[in-house]
């Protein structure tokens, strides 16, 4: 058979994280490479009774075909939080339901982007989210994180010299760095980007997991209703129901909702159900503050024993939320050779590199935290520290 | 703000059967029009046994991420379906579960089209399909079908005069048009395009609805295992949960993986766990089977009002399976105008003209049978048949 697959098939890999955590499902080992949910935190009771409820009382009707945008009081559940938490303008009518939040990005990468097309994105940037705009044959064009968010100044040589579709970013507990945006950079970064007309895609799948107590407003916040919103149940409800959605402003939404029919009609309506009931009968509050208490000790036990053990030329973000902590190595040292030596004694990290866009980063490692109990942080951390000290001596 | 949407969404239109069904929603309507699975058939009960199941015993695995090939036991499982009903020789490997098979038509338009390339489509042709491969800017080559499936000398000439990437169709009760290719057509079709090197995707949402009882092999039997088959288990389980899958030979599941992994990570793992704990549990071939019985006496009850009231200029297949009745009305008449007036007496058909890729079809419609009851059927058929006599005999 002669099958001539496609240009944009043929040069995009497969994920290297997904490739990494074959290696690493193995339970003697301790993983910090992943980003998985704390089992022990996913209410599989409260679930359980609210498939049952959706099932016995209208079971024919959530099992048959549904509307492409979604179950319409789960989108009115999703429109109300931002009218309340953040003060935006948003109602049902701007939210469609999607595959996760990773749906998203190839629903927003159908409608921008044209092979050759460039799109901006925070250097260090998201894996899945280069990975999806790679299918759409984007360029890219890094624009560096520090403390604050991405720089003001090469953003703006970005937004004066070149040519995109827009900007991609995650301004809460960013992907894979751990860092969130300033109140005072969304602020610039949101007028900058109006006053070069260049579209935000905001993802926010970390939103809720701010475990220092800040509810930050989204960059759209300050954008006059034009940002596109991304969000997640799969941090705070269930990452295998798949349940995320997309919000954007009336006319972007009507060409998301063709990609959204082209793509796979509908999202599982079954699945949307069962999340709405959930909503509907239990205090998400209450349980995003039980994740957020768990969380927030892990990333304080992880930063304590880098602290501890890690020496000082050794850099790491602090994180207030999210899942990770981005770890910067002294110039010079590997952090493959790092993951290579760890894994041989059972621990594994992230090496950086794929998350650089342009090349770099040789020197990073993205450590999650929200999988791991005390005792394997402890040792783990521990592990990498003895690690780093034997590659540091010992030549290449 | 600046949106430079991407010129594939520009030039792809929303559903037109999508657009429909919200005017046909209104339930004083007897509608025809959409391609729903009967929810009387739809086991909610066995499906809530299933649920509380796979809750109760591993709630919290079957709720958090998972691979993106799929749950290993139900792509087995589809695997082993292939290898007794039809002798395929394939195994779990060559199974990734998807949204429905929509979404399969999604993942081989991004492994395998570029701009402008040509895909072969049967004439008229699945609407679904044309939406997904638009997205990636296809070019259509039709070939018309007739009572025994594609015109070969046709298929031949456009094998020798053009470039194609692959051929798309629907052997089993063809959407729209209800048809089953012959056996001896399957063979033929398998053996031109083993030939010419031209892959196949072979849409199979049908194959297990035949109410004749007879067991058709797919036309991947006949092409030595270079086929890629999708299959759907919207209409014998649950549309709601979009469970499709794609099979295809390894190197093109390498290619799709990729693509998948792009799209949405995986496909929703707990929908994936009740669906394999309900075929574990259940008798799907008894369940099947009522399905079929069901589908076949609707088929038979419209055939039979329609050769009752129809005039003898008025054409219509008659499935042995599926779901639909294809209407051929005289030449000159107008499916369009024949909707326009059923729908202001309260009956809703489907104009044909959006199944064709280069135009025509005026004068065809589509009429689905598997979501109404004896006396709809009778009544809406009577009323179709009355109003095509008004406009008959009433100028334009």
């Given at each position: 058979?002669?099958?001539?697959?496609?240009?944009?098939?043929?040069?995009?890999?497969?994920?290297?994280?997904?490739?990494?955590?074959?290696?690493?499902?193995?339970?003697?080992?301790?993983?910090?490479?992943?980003?998985?949910?704390?089992?022990?935190?996913?209410?599989?009771?409260?679930?359980?009774?609210?498939?049952?409820?959706?099932?016995?009382?209208?079971?024919?009707?959530?099992?048959?075909?549904?509307?492409?945008?979604?179950?319409?009081?789960?989108?009115?559940?999703?429109?109300?939080?931002?009218?309340?938490?953040?003060?935006?303008?948003?109602?049902?009518?701007?939210?469609?339901?999607?595959?996760?939040?990773?749906?998203?990005?190839?629903?927003?990468?159908?409608?921008?982007?044209?092979?050759?097309?460039?799109?901006?994105?925070?250097?260090?940037?998201?894996?899945?989210?280069?990975?999806?705009?790679?299918?759409?044959?984007?360029?890219?064009?890094?624009?560096?994180?520090?403390?604050?968010?991405?720089?003001?100044?090469?953003?703006?040589?970005?937004?004066?010299?070149?040519?995109?579709?827009?900007?991609?970013?995650?301004?809460?507990?960013?992907?894979?760095?751990?860092?969130?945006?300033?109140?005072?950079?969304?602020?610039?970064?949101?007028?900058?980007?109006?006053?070069?007309?260049?579209?935000?895609?905001?993802?926010?799948?970390?939103?809720?997991?701010?475990?220092?107590?800040?509810?930050?407003?989204?960059?759209?916040?300050?954008?006059?209703?034009?940002?596109?919103?991304?969000?997640?149940?799969?941090?705070?409800?269930?990452?295998?129901?798949?349940?995320?959605?997309?919000?954007?402003?009336?006319?972007?939404?009507?060409k998301i909702l063709i990609a959204k029919q082209a793509s796979d009609l509908h999202s599982n309506y079954l699945s949307q159900r069962i999340l709405s009931k959930y909503l509907d009968e239990n205090d998400i509050d209450a349980h995003?503050?039980?994740?957020?208490?768990?969380?927030?000790?892990?990333?304080?036990?992880?930063?304590?024993?880098?602290?501890?053990?890690?020496?000082?030329?050794?850099?790491?973000?602090?994180?207030?939320?999210?899942?990770?902590?981005?770890?910067?190595?002294?110039?010079?040292?590997?952090?493959?050779?790092?993951?290579?030596?760890?894994?041989?004694?059972?621990?594994?990290?992230?090496?950086?590199?794929?998350?650089?866009?342009?090349?770099?980063?040789?020197?990073?490692?993205?450590?999650?935290?929200?999988?791991?109990?005390?005792?394997?942080?402890?040792?783990?951390?521990?592990?990498?520290?003895?690690?780093?000290?034997?590659?540091?001596?010992?030549?290449?």
């Open positions: 058979m002669n099958h001539r697959y496609s240009e944009r098939i043929c040069s995009t890999q497969k994920s290297f994280i997904r490739e990494i955590l074959k290696v690493t499902a193995n339970p003697e080992i301790i993983s910090f490479a992943g980003g998985l949910p704390n089992p022990n935190l996913i209410d599989d009771e409260g679930i359980q009774k609210a498939a049952a409820a959706v099932l016995k009382e209208d079971g024919k009707t959530a099992l048959q075909y549904s509307t492409t945008e979604g179950h319409p009081p789960l989108r009115e559940w999703i429109a109300e939080r931002y009218r309340t938490r953040y003060g935006l303008s948003v109602d049902a009518d701007n939210i469609l339901i999607t595959n996760g939040s990773q749906q998203c990005l190839d629903l927003v990468g159908k409608v921008y982007i044209d092979k050759g097309d460039s799109v901006i994105i925070e250097d260090p940037g998201y894996l899945g989210a280069i990975q999806s705009f790679s299918m759409f044959q984007a360029e890219f064009l890094p624009v560096p994180l520090n403390e604050e968010g991405p720089d003001m100044a090469c953003l703006k040589n970005v937004l004066d010299t070149t040519s995109a579709k827009f900007m991609y970013g995650i301004p809460n507990s960013q992907n894979p760095s751990g860092i969130s945006y300033s109140e005072s950079r969304r602020r610039d970064l949101g007028a900058i980007l109006c006053e070069y007309e260049m579209p935000f895609l905001e993802d926010d799948a970390y939103g809720e997991l701010q475990f220092d107590g800040v509810t930050r407003k989204p960059v759209s916040a300050y954008m006059d209703g034009e940002g596109i919103l991304t969000g997640s149940f799969s941090k705070i409800f269930s990452p295998g129901m798949r349940m995320g959605w997309v919000c954007a402003p009336d006319e972007v939404m009507e995003i503050a039980g994740i957020n208490e768990a969380y927030g000790k892990r990333a304080g036990w992880m930063i304590a024993k880098m602290e501890e053990c890690f020496p000082d030329d050794v850099h790491f973000t602090r994180p207030t939320g999210g899942m990770f902590v981005w770890l910067t190595l002294p110039e010079g040292v590997s952090s493959t050779r790092l993951f290579d030596a760890a894994l041989e004694r059972k621990v594994a990290i992230l090496p950086g590199t794929p998350f650089y866009t342009n090349g770099g980063g040789e020197s990073t490692a993205r450590i999650n935290f929200s999988n791991s109990d005390k005792d394997e942080i402890l040792t783990g951390i521990g592990i990498v520290a003895e690690v780093l000290e034997e590659i540091r001596t010992t030549p290449q």
